[in-house]
Structures are given as structure tokens and as C-alpha cells.
């Protein structure tokens, strides 16, 4: 029996219920872990509202990203063995393994191996934000030395490793943030300019950023009608990336005068689902964590039991940039 962290409906963090369960052998492609410490995202806080991409299946576990380690493997898992320290990236459903609970079983193919001497908090809060950002200005779009990026909604892991990632490929990041919360964070991490969202329009404060040339890339949490903002502060044949949705509107394609631009948007399952890409993103933020480029951030630590807690923290507007983590077991393990 494994604690584990289910909802039997949808709401808000109240709905999270700490439950004794059994633990099913791994089957074929599947690891059993010892979970000691979760990373949080407003994924988990949307599907347990049920909001999210996909429905719940209730009554529903959650949570996605992880790190621990190998107790046990199943059938044709060849690269792992019990007691290798390990991290586990988004790349399914939380419907099928959800990771919030002392032990879970996960699929073999979203597991790396955790850095030499990391901690497990760490081990849970640097792969989803770094995979993500590598994925959109890596392998959607090549962003180049001196480009403007404008990172929106950018107080949280993802936009503090977007501008790390940005600087260390030497573009110029423009982050957006709506209070004054974390703006020395990201300016720290290399921000070119952070600029405070008061729900104005923001497309001749983003052209004044970047000296009038208009942006090159925008990477996009938001989503919602204010897309067209943001349209009409690029710089012609720009691309804007909608990766969220926290607007919790239809994004139109923006209608009027504007330069023209690509839109798409993008989920981190475009990596973490193609082993090729995942192994590059996994090379290339190695590399950024040995020279120092990429620094994990983490936010806050939460013990366990206090999920309600975590969670009523991961949707607040005065929370820091840097990854929230629910602590299950020691942080040196």
C-alpha cells in the first residue's frame, strides 16, 4: 500500500484526498518508483478543476513530473535497475500514471537519469520547464543570437528557464509578468527587459522593448484574444507559440493589420513523446546544467499532506518564478 493523492471530483484544492492504495506490478515498458519529491504545474491544478486538455477519469490521481527511484522493473525494460535515481518527464496521461503518491508506476521511455549529485527536489523541478522551452526555441523554431523573444505570463518555471535558455543562446528575452512579483528573479536570469502586464494593450509597449523592430519569437502562456497584442508586436515573418491557456478563452486568429507571423501551438508531449527529440533536449540541457547556463529555481517546498495547500499556491498570482515541489520523502534521498 503506497499513500497517494486522488480527487473524486472536481473543484478546488479541497477536493484533494490523501488515500491508502495498492501498488500494481509493472507490467511490459513499465518501472515501479519510489516517489520522493513532485514537481507542481498548473496542468495538475486544471485537471483536477477539469479544465485540463483531457477529462478525469474519477475518481482520478494526478501529476505528471517526479523524481525518486527504481524499486522494481517489468517485462523488456533493459536500461533501468532497481536503485538508479531517476526523474520522470510529462509524457503521458495522468489518467493512466499519475505520480502523485509515495510509489507509482510509470512507463520506462519517460524516465532520465537524475544528474550525479542532485537532489530529488531539484531532480522534480528542472525537466518540464527546460524540455518545454528547449522544444519551442530549439526544434519548433531556431532562435538566433540577438532575436527578441517575448516571454509572457513569465513568474514561473517556464518563463525563468525560457529567459535562462534565451540568454544562454544569446537572444534578448523580454518577459512579461502581471505584478511586480519576480521581476528581479528573471532580470537575474538574464532578461533583457520585464515589463508589467496592468491589461492595457500591450503591442506598442513590446515594440518599444525591442526598439521598434518588433519581436522575432513570441513564447505564449496566455492564450485568449489578446493573442492579436501580441501579433501586432512582431516583427514580420515572426512566429507566436500559445504553449497555455491561462486566459481560459479561445485564442482567434487575430484579424486586422499586422505583419504576417506563423502561429501554432505547442504542448511539451511534442518532445517527450518522440525519443529522438527528448534525447536531444536531455543533451542539450545536461550541457546547460554542467556550464552553469541553466540554474534549477525551485520556488517552494511542500510537505505531503499539505497539497491543498500546494495546489491553492500553484494558481496565485503572488507566486515567484521557479518550480513549486511536494516533498515525499527526504530531499538527500
Same mark, same amino acid.
Given at each position: 500500500?503506497?499513500?497517494?493523492?486522488?480527487?473524486?471530483?472536481?473543484?478546488?484544492?479541497?477536493?484533494?484526498?490523501?488515500?491508502?492504495?495498492?501498488?500494481?506490478?509493472?507490467?511490459?515498458?513499465?518501472?515501479?518508483?519510489?516517489?520522493?519529491?513532485?514537481?507542481?504545474?498548473?496542468?495538475?491544478?486544471?485537471?483536477?478543476?477539469?479544465?485540463?486538455?483531457?477529462?478525469?477519469?474519477?475518481?482520478?490521481?494526478?501529476?505528471?513530473?517526479?523524481?525518486?527511484?527504481?524499486?522494481?522493473?517489468? @517485462?523488456?525494460?533493459?536500461?533501468?535497475?532497481?536503485?538508479?535515481?531517476?526523474?520522470?518527464?510529462?509524457?503521458?496521461?495522468?489518467?493512466?500514471?499519475?505520480?502523485?503518491?509515495?510509489?507509482?508506476?510509470?512507463?520506462?521511455?519517460?524516465?532520465?537519469?537524475?544528474?550525479?549529485?542532485?537532489?530529488?527536489?531539484?531532480?522534480?523541478?528542472?525537466?518540464?520547464?527546460?524540455?518545454?522551452?528547449?522544444?519551442?526555441?530549439?526544434?519548433?523554431?531556431?532562435?538566433?543570437?540577438?532575436?527578441?523573444?517575448?516571454?509572457?505570463?513569465?513568474?514561473?518555471?517556464?518563463?525563468?528557464?525560457?529567459?535562462?535558455?534565451?540568454?544562454?543562446? +544569446?537572444?534578448? @528575452?523580454?518577459?512579461?509578468?502581471?505584478?511586480?512579483?519576480?521581476?528581479?528573479?528573471?532580470?537575474?536570469?538574464?532578461?533583457?527587459?520585464?515589463?508589467?502586464?496592468?491589461?492595457?494593450?500591450?503591442?506598442?509597449?513590446?515594440?518599444?522593448?525591442?526598439?521598434?523592430?518588433?519581436?522575432?519569437?513570441?513564447?505564449?502562456?496566455?492564450?485568449? @484574444?489578446?493573442?492579436?497584442?501580441?501579433?501586432?508586436?512582431?516583427?514580420?515573418?515572426?512566429?507566436?507559440?500559445?504553449?497555455?491557456?491561462?486566459?481560459?478563452?479561445?485564442?482567434?486568429?487575430? +484579424? +486586422?493589420?499586422?505583419?504576417?507571423?506563423?502561429?501554432?501551438?505547442?504542448?511539451?508531449?511534442?518532445?517527450?513523446?518522440?525519443?529522438?527529440?527528448?534525447?536531444?533536449?536531455?543533451?542539450?540541457?545536461?550541457?546547460?546544467?554542467?556550464?552553469?547556463?541553466?540554474?534549477?529555481?525551485?520556488?517552494?517546498?511542500?510537505?505531503?499532506?499539505?497539497?491543498?495547500?500546494?495546489?491553492?499556491?500553484?494558481?496565485?498570482?503572488?507566486?515567484? @518564478?521557479?518550480?513549486?515541489?511536494?516533498?515525499?520523502?527526504?530531499?538527500?534521498?
Amino acid at each position: 500500500m503506497a499513500r497517494t493523492i486522488r480527487f473524486h471530483e472536481t473543484g478546488g484544492p479541497e477536493v484533494l484526498r490523501i488515500e491508502d492504495l495498492p501498488v500494481r506490478t509493472p507490467g511490459p515498458g513499465e518501472v515501479r518508483i519510489r516517489v520522493d519529491a513532485i514537481g507542481l504545474n498548473r496542468a495538475e491544478v486544471n485537471f483536477r478543476r477539469g479544465t485540463y486538455l483531457e477529462e478525469p477519469v474519477l475518481p482520478a490521481g494526478l501529476g505528471s513530473e517526479a523524481a525518486g527511484e527504481v524499486l522494481e522493473t517489468g @517485462p523488456d525494460v533493459q536500461r533501468w535497475r532497481p536503485g538508479d535515481p531517476v526523474c520522470v518527464v510529462p509524457a503521458f496521461s495522468q489518467n493512466d500514471y499519475p505520480v502523485y503518491a509515495e510509489e507509482a508506476v510509470v512507463p520506462a521511455a519517460a524516465l532520465l537519469a537524475r544528474p550525479p549529485g542532485m537532489d530529488a527536489v531539484t531532480g522534480a523541478a528542472i525537466w518540464m520547464p527546460y524540455v518545454t522551452v528547449y522544444g519551442m526555441v530549439q526544434e519548433t523554431v531556431r532562435v538566433r543570437p540577438g532575436d527578441h523573444v517575448v516571454v509572457t505570463a513569465a513568474a514561473n518555471s517556464i518563463g525563468l528557464a525560457a529567459v535562462q535558455v534565451l540568454r544562454h543562446l +544569446g537572444a534578448l @528575452p523580454i518577459a512579461t509578468v502581471t505584478a511586480a512579483t519576480g521581476r528581479d528573479a528573471l532580470r537575474d536570469a538574464g532578461a533583457a527587459a520585464v515589463l508589467v502586464d496592468d491589461g492595457s494593450d500591450l503591442a506598442p509597449v513590446l515594440r518599444d522593448a525591442t526598439g521598434g523592430a518588433g519581436a522575432d519569437l513570441v513564447l505564449d502562456a496566455v492564450g485568449g @484574444p489578446r493573442v492579436a497584442e501580441l501579433v501586432r508586436a512582431c516583427a514580420r515573418g515572426a512566429t507566436v507559440i500559445v504553449h497555455g491557456g491561462l486566459s481560459g478563452e479561445p485564442t482567434p486568429l487575430p +484579424g +486586422g493589420r499586422h505583419a504576417p507571423v506563423w502561429m501554432r501551438r505547442y504542448t511539451v508531449f511534442e518532445i517527450t513523446g518522440d525519443p529522438a527529440a527528448l534525447r536531444r533536449a536531455e543533451h542539450f540541457v545536461r550541457a546547460g546544467l554542467a556550464s552553469g547556463a541553466l540554474t534549477p529555481s525551485v520556488d517552494r517546498v511542500f510537505a505531503f499532506d499539505d497539497v491543498a495547500t500546494a495546489h491553492a499556491y500553484v494558481d496565485s498570482p503572488d507566486r515567484t @518564478p521557479g518550480k513549486p515541489v511536494l516533498r515525499v520523502g527526504p530531499t538527500s534521498r
